[in-house]
């Protein structure tokens, strides 16, 4: 058994692919269709069952939200002036004027809950004074059993069975009206009218026929003492369901889904409680549709299964050219990388998954390339920073330590205009010798600036004019040392050339950048020479004439280490007299330099 498996293990790749399909594609797929065949349409009928509870509830629903917004109607007269005083004031001359406005108001409040709610079609009012009104669609019929049984009920809601009326508009048609009498809100067991809504039969049929056609069986409403309200058998509404084994399973509201035969046919019922009104929405189903439906799809799903092992075939024959050939020169590539050569390289042969792989093998040797030079080229420009702010190899304690002893000297002769000064230069050249760190905040660049600045205005005098501004909230956000301070430099260096002139430093929030301008009311830049500048920054050319500026060094360091997207601009609309150059950088907090 110990030499089977190892002789297992040292299988090529094509027979273990083999081996692989057979035993974990072509077997588990006949077992497992097998079991899904046997109980798929134990599955399905669940499905049927759940989608059709779930229909039934939402037009149980559907019916609740239109009877109550109906009642509620009723309700709403029960308490509003006009109605109360339509229906008790007396139909006579007298009282014309003030029933006329009243009339106004009820027919604005009806027309609108017709227009709105479209299932109903018509409100009759009749008052004890003699006042009638009827708005909505003109209809006619005997209504007497129904009004009879809402005096009876005095006051209390009353449902009616479907029951047709003459349309004025569209002829016969019937309905499913809410009657009820309407008593006096200050003794609310004197009657002072009745209200009568209709609802358009339609409506509500059409609400349930979208859950069962009739080709898979009937679905109505019978009420709770067992009479059918609504049903598409007209002969049996408002008389008692024949079947007793039905009236007996929908007798318990819990008792939502059973079987039963009738007329020879076998039939899944749903029945839907609605608490609202007592009444039960019953859906009955015949079974061969529900078995007709699972038989199309365990078929389709033979046919699926069939089909899958056919393409399993051409997948195999095609497994060594798709993936095995590629990932052994995968293999090889990598190999060639571990042992130093960068020049690894994978054939691209495709564009699925395991081209994807080599693909990204392939950029993972461009990427870590790119990193090394990177990593060298960012040191070398910080640098060459370092050494043209100072221009000197000065060893910095030492530096630090003589301005120190100048400065106390100068206060002890009573010079503090000059202590001051060598206090401002000691300070910058800290900032600038500075080398431990790559970063710096916002505020300690400013400082940067600020301390430069006063050193050239003190030589300069009143020549030199500047402003600093950083927008608030800005404070410790994380950028390159020295990037702000090359530009300052530029502006008096090449800038002031006749003579002084004004700095403004601007750092603001742009989305989700940071943007620092450096404008001066210098010479500005020549037209050629903007145009020489951008070719240098978009091509990233080290222009030798062009490396005094410091442009192309700071934006050299910003690409290498924001990415493409950032750096140095100079905008279109540059001033008419001096000039403007802007620096973007994402807005990086303290924490987020350690991931660059």
Not at 100 to 129: C, H, R, V, W
Not at 494 to 517: A, M, S, W
Request: contains cysteine; proline residues 3%.
């Amino acid at each position: 058994m110990k030499t089977n498996g190892t002789g297992l293990l040292n299988f090529s790749l094509r027979r273990k692919s083999i081996a692989i399909f057979f035993l974990l594609v072509t077997l588990p797929s006949l077992l497992v269709g097998y079991v899904i065949l046997s109980w798929f349409d134990a599955i399905l009928r669940q499905q049927f069952i759940d989608s059709m509870e779930t229909n039934l509830n939402t037009i149980e629903l559907n019916l609740t939200e239109k009877i109550k917004a109906v009642e509620d109607i009723s309700n709403y007269m029960i308490y509003q002036d006009n109605f109360r005083n339509f229906m008790e004031t007396p139909a006579s001359p007298d009282n014309r004027e003030q029933i006329n406005k009243d009339k106004a108001a009820i027919e604005g409040f009806i027309a609108f809950q017709t227009m709105s709610k479209p299932y109903i079609k018509s409100i009759s009012l009749q008052g004890i004074g003699g006042n009638e009104l009827q708005i909505g669609e003109p209809v006619k019929g005997l209504e007497t059993k129904w009004t009879d049984q809402a005096k009876a009920n005095k006051g209390r809601i009353v449902w009616t069975d479907s029951y047709p009326l003459e349309s004025g508009w569209t002829g016969s048609k019937r309905v499913v009206s809410m009657i009820r009498v309407i008593n006096s809100f200050e003794n609310p067991s004197r009657p002072v009218g009745e209200v009568i809504i209709r609802l358009d039969q339609s409506e509500i049929t059409d609400l349930l026929s979208n859950a069962v056609i009739k080709e898979q069986g009937s679905i109505f409403i019978v009420r709770s003492d067992g009479n059918v309200q609504l049903h598409q058998n007209e002969n049996l509404i408002g008389q008692l369901y024949p079947n007793h084994a039905l009236m007996k399973g929908i007798s318990k509201p819990s008792n939502k889904v059973f079987s039963l035969r009738e007329e020879g046919i076998s039939y899944v019922i749903f029945n839907q409680h609605m608490k609202s009104t007592g009444w039960n929405i019953v859906a009955m189903i015949k079974d061969k549709t529900i078995v007709e439906k699972t038989n199309a799809i365990k078929a389709s799903l033979q046919i699926l299964m069939f089909v899958i092992l056919i393409f399993g075939l051409f997948a195999l024959a095609g497994f060594e050219l798709a993936i095995i050939r590629p990932i052994l020169a995968l293999r090889k590539e990598t190999h060639r990388l571990k042992q130093g050569d960068f020049s690894a390289q994978v054939e691209i042969r495709s564009h699925d998954e395991v081209g994807e792989l080599g693909r990204q093998f392939n950029n993972m040797v461009i990427t870590m390339k790119d990193l090394i030079d990177k990593k060298y080229k960012l040191e070398i420009r910080q640098k060459e920073s370092e050494l043209r702010i100072l221009q000197s190899q000065m060893d910095p304690h030492f530096l630090y330590n003589t301005l120190d002893m100048i400065r106390w000297t100068a206060r002890l002769e009573k010079a503090p205009e000059t202590s001051q000064l060598i206090e401002t230069l000691s300070r910058f050249f800290r900032m600038g010798l500075n080398s431990e760190k790559r970063f710096t905040t916002l505020a300690g660049e400013m400082d940067f600036v600020r301390a430069y600045l006063n050193l050239q205005q003190k030589r300069m005098g009143s020549k030199l004019q500047f402003s600093l501004f950083m927008e608030a909230s800005l404070e410790d956000t994380v950028l390159l040392k020295k990037v702000i301070q090359p530009f300052v430099e530029n502006s008096i260096k090449h800038g002031f050339k006749r003579g002084g002139g004004r700095i403004d430093v601007r750092c603001y929030r742009d989305g989700q950048d940071l943007t620092i301008d450096v404008m001066d009311s210098g010479i500005g830049f020549a037209k050629d020479k903007i145009q020489q500048i951008r070719q240098a920054l978009n091509e990233r050319i080290d222009d030798p004439a062009l490396m005094e500026h410091a442009i192309c060094n700071i934006h050299e360091r910003t690409l290498l280490v924001y990415g493409s997207g950032y750096g140095v601009e100079l905008p279109d609309d540059q001033m008419e007299a001096g000039a403007c150059v802007r620096l973007r950088i994402p807005l990086w907090m303290n924490g987020q330099e350690e991931e660059a």
